[in-house]
C-alpha cells in the first residue's frame, strides 16, 4: 500500500478537461517529481490532492485513509503555492507561527519550532521584516518555511524554487532533498525543470495535456523515455526520425531514435568502425560548464555530443572532421 494513492482522478472546467485518469502511487518518504509543461493541470492536480478543488471522479487515500471527500484541513497536508501566498500584515516569523497557532500549540513550543526554522532558512536576519521588505527569494523560503513548520503528513510544492536565483535554488534544491532524507517527510513537487527533477526526483511523474505519460524512479524515466513527449522533456535527446537514421548510421529504424548527446563518443576521423559510426563536421563548440556541447553536421542531421570538459581534452573548433561512434545499446526507440 503506498502512502498517497489517486485512482482515476479527472477535473474538468466546464469544457476544458484539465486532467483525466490520474493514477498516481506515492510511497512513505519518497519526493515524487510532476513534470510537466505550461497549463498542463500540474497546480490544479496539487490543489485537488490538497481539498481546495475538488476533483469530478476518482479517489484519493492518504495514509490508507480515503480522503476524497475530506476537508483540507483533516488531510494532513501543506501546501506551498507557486505564487507564494503569504500574510502581508504579518511579519516572517508571524507568518511562521500562524499555522502553528491554528493547530493550538503552546507559545513555548510554537517560538522553538519558528526558532529553528528560520535558522535552517537563513531567515534569522529578517525574521521582523514583512512580506513587502523581502526579496523573491526570500519570500518563497518564507513560504517553504511556513509548511514545513507544520511537520506535515504530506508536503505538496508547486514550483518552490522557481523564483529563485540559479545559486540559491541549488543550494536550497540540496538542502530540501536533505530535510526530506532527515525528516523523512512525503511530497509531490512540481518543477518545469529537468535538472531540478533529476536531482530531487525517488519517483518522477511526467505529465502531458492533463495525464500522466510516465512514472518512474528518475534515473529510469531519463535513461528510458517512453515517447518522444517524455524523451523531449526529461532529456535533452537528439531525436532522429526513421529517414534520418538510415541517413545517418544506414540503419532500417521502425520508430524515431532518442539518443543522448552524452552517448556518443567523438573519435578521430580516421578512428575504427565498430558499433554504429559516422563521419561528421563540428558547427559549433558550447561551453556548459562541466560539459562541452558540439553541434555537429552528418549527412544534412544535426546531432548535439557532450564531452566531460577536462583541460586534456583536444580542442575541437568549428570546421573540424571527426567520427562519431555510439552503441546500439544507447539507443532508445520512441513512439
Ligand atoms: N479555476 C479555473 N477555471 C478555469 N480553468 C482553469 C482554472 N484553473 C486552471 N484552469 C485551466 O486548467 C489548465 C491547467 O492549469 P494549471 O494551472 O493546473 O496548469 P499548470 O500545469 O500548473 O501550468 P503552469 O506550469 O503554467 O503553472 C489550464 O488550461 C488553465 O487555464
Ligand atoms: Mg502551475
Given amino acids: 500500500m503506498s502512502f498517497v494513492e489517486i485512482r482515476g482522478f479527472g477535473k474538468a472546467y466546464g469544457a476544458t478537461q484539465v486532467f483525466a485518469d490520474v493514477e498516481l502511487d506515492v510511497s512513505e518518504g519518497e519526493m515524487c517529481i510532476l513534470l510537466g509543461p505550461s497549463g498542463c493541470g500540474k497546480t490544479t492536480l496539487l490543489r485537488a490532492v490538497a481539498g481546495l478543488a475538488r476533483a469530478d471522479c476518482g479517489r484519493l487515500l492518504i495514509a490508507g485513509r480515503d480522503v476524497t471527500a475530506a476537508a483540507p484541513e483533516a488531510r494532513g497536508v501543506a501546501m506551498v503555492f507557486q505564487h507564494y501566498a503569504l500574510f502581508p500584515n504579518m511579519t516572517v516569523r508571524q507568518n511562521l507561527a500562524f499555522g502553528l497557532q491554528q493547530k493550538r500549540l503552546a507559545r513555548a513550543r510554537i517560538a522553538a519550532k519558528v526558532d529553528a526554522a528560520l535558522t535552517l532558512m537563513e531567515l534569522a536576519p529578517r525574521a521582523d521584516a514583512r ?8 519570500k518563497q523560503r518564507v513560504a517553504l518555511a511556513r509548511a514545513l513548520v507544520l511537520e506535515p503528513r504530506l508536503l505538496l510544492l508547486d514550483e518552490p524554487l522557481s523564483a529563485l536565483d540559479a545559486q540559491i535554488r541549488k543550494r536550497l534544491r540540496d538542502e530540501l532533498k536533505r530535510l526530506q532524507r532527515e525528516t523523512g517527510f512525503t511530497a509531490i513537487l512540481v518543477t518545469h525543470d529537468q535538472e531540478e527533477a533529476l536531482v530531487l526526483g525517488d519517483q518522477v511523474a511526467v505529465m502531458h495535456a492533463g495525464r ?3 512514472t518512474g524512479p528518475a534515473r529510469e524515466v531519463y535513461d528510458r523515455p517512453a515517447t518522444r513527449f517524455v524523451a523531449g522533456f526529461i532529456g535533452d535527446f537528439n531525436l532522429l526520425e526513421p529517414d534520418a ?3 545517418v548510421f544506414g540503419e532500417h529504424a521502425d520508430r ?3 539518443i543522448h548527446p552524452e552517448a556518443i563518443d567523438l573519435l578521430p576521423p580516421a578512428a575504427g568502425q565498430d558499433g554504429l559510426t559516422a563521419e561528421a563536421v563540428v ?3 558550447r561551453i556548459h560548464g562541466p560539459v562541452l556541447r558540439h553541434l555537429l553536421l552528418t549527412n544534412g542531421t544535426e546531432l548535439k555530443v557532450d564531452v566531460l570538459n577536462r583541460s586534456s581534452i583536444a580542442a575541437r573548433r568549428p570546421g573540424d572532421a571527426v567520427r562519431l561512434r555510439l552503441d546500439r545499446s544507447q539507443v532508445r526507440e520512441v513512439a
Wanted: aromatic share 4%; no cysteine.
Fill in 131 to 138: 512580506p513587502a521588505e523581502l526579496s523573491g527569494g526570500q
Fill in 283 to 285: 558547427i559549433d563548440v
Fill in 256 to 258: 524515431a531514435w532518442a
Fill in 212 to 214: 500522466i505519460v510516465q
Fill in 245 to 247: 537514421v538510415l541517413r
